[in-house]
């Protein structure tokens, strides 16, 4: 239930202490939440949620925005006896479809553009420069000239793109590297604003600082180290000022109509503030000249969600370890949808439920009957007039979703501790690495004996760089 958390709280120990912590004694307390933990496990191994095979995986992160603690994750499901072995959360690089779109062409276009929520854009017919590929929106169509928000909303690939190009691709990955991502070299491309090689740790910290209100924390899996001698470390992290408050505000803004009115309504909570995005991507030719099958319409190769309140941020991946093994038709995709859901009700039961605070910085108008925002003193503020996006051609996907609650809140979630420590040693790591019933309970004095490390071989992650991005 914890090897995946156990094998990043051996790494950072090794990283941040310069100490082997299989042979020195430590006494590791982590961020983790045991019962957030044992309730997400059982979310994707029980059947609450239901997934169309065994072969099908999930990667969910889960974070404390305001300072980058993980306080739950997932690193694969029906796993078995696996101990600390590959860890899809951290190490399965997917193309992570639209949920790039807020991190890499709309943020740096309101951070360095003054770009408005009603920022004109054009939803027209567009091939990459330099080449004739096409570049196509998820059902085919043009709208023509829209909002930043319905862009954004309903996950339209041409205006990212376009945006993106406005900004500039080094700006964008400049802002996308103060987020913590650094994208491979052969990935620095305008084609990376729908989607390139991400891991739900990456954005669940990524999408931290849009909740916090600009700052990027580090995800963190350790709280406190105890030496054999008393002596005692414990890490914190101030992090560093990613974006302003007022581009992290105006982004959140957008973000909340994709749950309410956009491409991530199966993921919405009832009465709880937040916001978020899907993400999916597609099959390239040669995938489908692999599996027939694929080819499909609306079959997708991986499907992400990752949505956050004030309190928690959680990206979830699902999908197939060897791509071509299946796709995922629209219902489908919405499983990432559920487990987020599930997930943030869980939690939101034990914390504030609180709206952001807008901005001084931040001014708002009305556009077209809709609330929208600007930069105070901004050059956007003269953007008075956009056209009306046409009503035939604004509906979002119709995903068919299939009717389903969010599984039955069996226990009370405990108060998140700081400095919970696990207590697991190498014989009762690989008794209870399958079942629930015999992981080991939080405690505040345990001390962690690491385990023997894992020789077994990481399943290879597939490439998916040059998959297009649908919603």
Do not use: C
């Amino acid at each position: 239930m914890i090897d995946p958390y156990l094998t990043e709280v051996v790494k950072e120990v090794k990283a941040k202490m310069h100490v082997n912590p299989y042979t020195t004694g430590l006494k590791i307390y982590t961020n983790i939440d045991m019962s957030a933990q044992r309730y997400l496990y059982n979310l994707v191994n029980d059947g609450s949620i239901v997934f169309p095979s065994d072969q099908m995986q999930t990667a969910v992160t889960m974070t404390d925005p305001n300072t980058g603690k993980v306080i739950a994750q997932i690193g694969g499901r029906k796993t078995g006896d696996t101990l600390l072995g590959f860890n899809r959360a951290t190490q399965n690089t997917r193309s992570n479809g639209s949920t790039m779109k807020p991190l890499l062409d709309y943020g740096p276009a309101i951070e360095y553009l003054d770009y408005a929520t009603y920022q004109p854009l054009q939803d027209t017919p567009y091939t990459y420069a330099g080449t004739n590929l096409q570049l196509q929106d998820w059902d085919k169509q043009y709208l023509g000239t829209i909002t930043m928000r319905t862009a954004l909303v309903q996950s339209r690939n041409v205006p990212a793109i376009r945006t993106l190009d406005a900004v500039g691709l080094t700006r964008g990955l400049n802002f996308l590297k103060g987020l913590g991502i650094t994208l491979p070299e052969a990935e620095q491309t305008l084609s990376s604003g729908i989607g390139a090689s991400v891991t739900t740790e990456q954005e669940a910290a990524a999408y931290g600082a849009m909740a916090n209100g600009g700052t990027y924390y580090k995800a963190s899996y350790i709280n406190k180290v105890v030496s054999p001698d008393g002596s005692s470390q414990t890490f914190t992290s101030s992090g560093s000022k990613a974006m302003k408050a007022s581009t992290a505000y105006m982004l959140t803004d957008m973000l909340k109509g994709v749950l309410t009115s956009g491409t991530g309504t199966a993921a919405k909570v009832t009465g709880l503030y937040e916001a978020g995005k899907t993400g999916t991507t597609e099959y390239t030719q040669a995938e489908i000249n692999a599996n027939p099958a694929l080819a499909g319409t609306g079959i997708a190769k991986d499907s992400w969600f990752t949505g956050y309140t004030r309190n928690r941020v959680i990206s979830v991946w699902t999908g197939y370890d060897k791509a071509t093994t299946a796709g995922m038709n629209y219902t489908q995709q919405t499983i990432a949808q559920q487990i987020y859901k599930a997930l943030m009700a869980y939690e939101a039961k034990s914390l504030p439920n609180k709206d952001w605070v807008k901005p001084s910085s931040v001014a708002e108008t009305t556009v077209n009957g809709v609330r929208e925002l600007y930069l105070a003193k901004s050059a956007a503020a003269s953007q008075t007039t956009v056209p009306e996006t046409p009503s035939t051609n604004t509906q979002v996907p119709q995903y068919q979703t299939p009717q389903y609650q969010t599984p039955a809140q069996t226990e009370t979630p405990a108060q998140s501790s700081s400095s919970e420590a696990i207590s697991q040693s190498a014989s009762s790591q690989s008794s209870s690495a399958a079942t629930e019933s015999s992981a080991p309970e939080a405690s505040s004095s345990a001390e962690v004996t690491p385990p023997e490390e894992s020789s077994s071989a990481a399943p290879p992650a597939e490439s998916s760089s040059e998959a297009s991005a649908t919603p």
